[in-house]
């Protein structure tokens, strides 16, 4: 999901930037507050931010033929709310850009758009969803990470059909050959994303219930405090 | 024993790409074909075929100077990341097992 250094016209990067700095500086203060008022739950911040570094360093193999990247961001928005990972994932794409020359300066707004941003909220809104139809615990968290991962891609591939529409079939024709690049290769990622965000969450509800249920990802009742 | 069938699930999903995809021989000008690109490369060339003209106005402030370097900055980022997780689950499991054990004395 990393658009290259340079590979978006200065008038989209512009944009890109200023639609996601409003959620980096609301995401800040909402991780700060809630720092202060909660210090036990330092902890599990870490283990979001800890949580993307890992995924988003494992190039994985797809059925396409070519390899990318999961984001990680699902756990850490159901855990902390979809704002919180937008400083998050800033950290991260600006280590990967600084050092890895994996995306870029000019680029870093359109990346936190895709991965911090449309990501984390659509996990987030995935997963309550999920509750109010009451899914499995299992089920609700895979589908809100799975799918998050998913729309991540999915926003990187609009991003850049919008930079470079297509000279004959215009944005939907470009659309379709990003997508083709991008979405299609997420989807054994996405799976695996899901399963491995089950993993943590399976750990968190043994040893951090009281934690989690606080934060109201789970009810009174599905845990023992 | 849950959580070794989800680990055993993702371990099956990378690997069957690589049994999937085979390399196929090299074309009619003898270049070696490919395989498992990184899908952000793939999007760049897709750039520059849809609009050829397209040329990057900003190039990256300082790049991996090889490979091997960039390898290394990669496994950095996630051993960070995977220590600190570890980490947790460390102190969390060693503290339930504290707190159960003065939970039976008492």
């Known amino acids: 999901m990393h658009i290259m250094e340079g590979f978006l016209p200065a008038k989209h990067a512009i944009g890109w930037g200023v639609a996601s700095a409003p959620f980096v500086g609301y995401g800040l203060y909402t991780v700060k507050k ?143 050959k990003f997508a083709g690049i991008f979405a299609v290769t997420q989807v054994p990622l996405a799976i695996s994303e899901g399963l491995l965000t089950v993993v943590v969450f399976n750990a968190l509800k043994r040893f951090n219930p009281a934690e989690l249920q606080d934060m109201k990802v789970v009810s009174a009742q599905e845990v023992q405090v | 024993m849950k959580n070794i069938i989800l680990l055993i699930g993702v371990v099956v999903l990378m690997a069957f790409p690589l049994w999937l995809v085979q390399k196929t021989a090299p074309g009619p000008d003898g270049k070696e074909v490919e395989i498992f690109k990184g899908a952000d490369d793939q999007a760049k060339e897709m750039i520059s075929k849809v609009q050829p003209g397209y040329q990057p106005w900003f190039k990256p402030i300082m790049e991996p100077p090889s490979g091997e370097v960039e390898t290394c900055l990669f496994a950095f980022q996630a051993a960070l990341g995977a220590g600190f997780v570890g980490y947790w689950l460390g102190t969390a499991r060693t503290r339930a097992k504290c707190e159960n054990t003065t939970k039976k004395a008492a």
């Open chain 1, 34 to 176: 809630r720092i202060e008022e909660k210090p036990e739950q330092r902890m599990l911040l870490g283990v979001a931010t800890a949580f993307t570094l890992v995924l988003s360093a494992l190039k994985m193999p797809s059925v396409t033929g070519s390899c990318s990247h999961p984001t990680g961001t699902g756990l850490g928005a159901i855990l902390f709310g979809p704002a919180a990972m937008a400083p998050i994932g800033l950290v991260v794409l600006l280590f990967q850009a600084l050092l890895l020359a994996h995306g870029g300066l000019t680029t870093l707004g359109a990346n936190i758009f895709s991965m911090a941003i449309v990501g984390p909220f659509a996990s987030f809104a995935i997963y309550r969803l999920a509750r109010m139809v009451k899914l499995p615990f299992g089920g609700c968290i895979f589908l809100a990470a799975a799918l998050g991962d998913l729309l991540t891609y999915v926003t990187t591939s609009v991003q850049l059909a919008l930079a470079f529409p297509d000279p004959a079939g215009g944005f939907a024709a470009s659309f379709a």
